[in-house]
Structures are given as structure tokens and as C-alpha cells.
T-cell receptor, first 113, second 117 residues
């Protein structure tokens, strides 16, 4: 296993369209996190899964955002009716229960025109 | 609630000089602390972490950091900068207890390190 992977790496969309991103964590990791990073800022927490259960959601995650991890493996993050303010890098990370060390994927850069 | 403040959004050093990147944290519970590095258009790579063991933590690429509870600080240092150290560095904090927030990272705003020849 080579690490956390994210797909796509880049997404350009028009305002109002829906987009979906995928994250594949390190295979033995049961915790999965989504963060959002805008230019010049540190990543901000969006949501967190332990296995398939979504345990915490940030208030940044409006009702246009939804995340799933149906079988406790990969996760998807969907943004409906995208807005220009959604333009950012979306980062996924995973960790095990035993070690509180998150491994990050390369991110998906979203540009909303 | 937890927060992180990184003092200095940009730090510039000469190759071979000491690197010092400052991080102060605020936490209502005993924290875990981390330093990550990010190269352009890439994800974050863990440099080192403090998890309640030794207060002086050594990481990859010659970096180290010291946890000082009395100063609520976790500054990152490297004795001799290398050109390849040029990147953006993030300090982060998470709760060290169990519960639903366990593992959730709160990041500082980052410090861009420039290394001059």
C-alpha cells in the first residue's frame, strides 16, 4: 500500500454544479478525516469517520456538503450546488486507532468558475 | 476548544543557518502536538509528533521540537538549513483523550520557510 490516494487531483466546475471526490485510505486504517485548505491558510477540519460511522462534522460543512464511507473503506465527499467560495484544496487523511498519526493524501483541488 | 498560533507567516534563512519556527497552542485538555510540512501542490507530510512521552521530539530530515507546557509552546528547530527545506510548515494540535474529537487536528496558519544560498 503506497498511502492515501485521492481522485481526482483537480476539478474545475461551473457554479451550481455538483461534484464528488473520492478518498482511499491506507488499508488498515479505520479512521478517515476530511479537511479543506484555502490559499494561505492551514487545513480546516470538515468531518471524521471511524469505520463507517461519521462521528463529527464541522459547522463549516453546510447542508450542501455530504460525506459517506459506506463500507468503512473508501470515502466520498459530495458538494451540491457549488459556489465560488467552495474553491479550495480538499484533503483526506487516515489513521489507525492505535496511533494518532494522520497520513494525508495529495488532495483534490477544486476550482468553481 | 483548541487553537494554534504560528508566529511569523514567512521566515527566511541562509543555507546552513539555524531554522526556528514558532508555535504556541491553547488547549483545555492535554494535547498531542504535530509539525507537518507541505510542498507546493502536495499533501502534508508528518515531520514529528509529541504524544506525552519525551518533551524533546526528534523527527525526520534533522528537525526537532520541544514541548514546553509552561510556555504552551512547541517550536520547531533545525541546526542547519538546507535548500530542500524550503516549504510551508504547519503546527497542529489534537486532544490526547478518547471521545469523538480524538484525532481531530486543529492547524495553525502556516509558516513559509525560504532558504537562501
Amino acid at each position: 500500500d503506497t498511502g492515501v490516494s485521492q481522485d481526482p487531483r483537480h476539478k474545475i466546475t461551473k457554479r451550481g454544479q455538483n461534484v464528488t471526490f473520492r478518498c482511499d485510505p491506507i488499508s488498515e486504517h479505520n479512521r478517515l478525516y476530511w479537511y479543506r485548505q484555502t490559499l494561505g491558510q492551514g487545513p480546516e477540519f470538515l468531518t471524521y469517520f471511524q469505520n463507517e460511522a461519521q462521528l463529527e462534522k464541522s459547522r463549516l460543512l453546510s447542508d450542501r456538503f455530504s460525506a459517506e464511507r459506506p463500507k468503512g473503506s473508501f470515502s466520498t465527499l459530495e458538494i451540491q450546488r457549488t459556489e465560488q467560495g467552495d474553491s479550495a484544496m480538499y484533503l483526506c487523511a487516515s489513521s489507525s486507532d492505535r496511533y494518532n498519526e494522520q497520513f494525508f493524501g495529495p488532495g483534490t483541488r477544486l476550482t468553481v468558475l | 476548544a483548541q487553537s494554534v498560533t504560528q508566529l511569523g507567516s514567512h521566515v527566511s534563512v541562509s543555507e546552513g543557518a539555524l531554522v526556528l519556527l514558532r508555535c504556541n497552542y491553547s488547549s483545555s485538555v492535554p494535547p498531542y502536538l504535530f509539525w507537518y510540512v507541505q510542498y507546493p501542490n502536495q499533501g502534508l507530510q508528518l515531520l514529528l509528533k509529541y504524544t506525552s512521552a519525551a518533551t524533546l521530539v526528534k523527527g525526520i530530515n534533522g528537525f526537532e521540537a520541544e514541548f514546553k507546557k509552561s510556555e504552551t509552546s512547541f517550536h520547531l528547530t533545525k541546526p542547519s538549513a538546507h535548500m530542500s527545506d524550503a516549504a510551508e510548515y504547519f503546527c497542529a494540535v489534537s486532544p490526547n483523550a478518547g471521545g469523538t474529537s480524538y484525532g481531530k487536528l486543529t492547524f495553525g496558519q502556516g509558516t513559509i520557510l525560504t532558504v537562501h544560498p
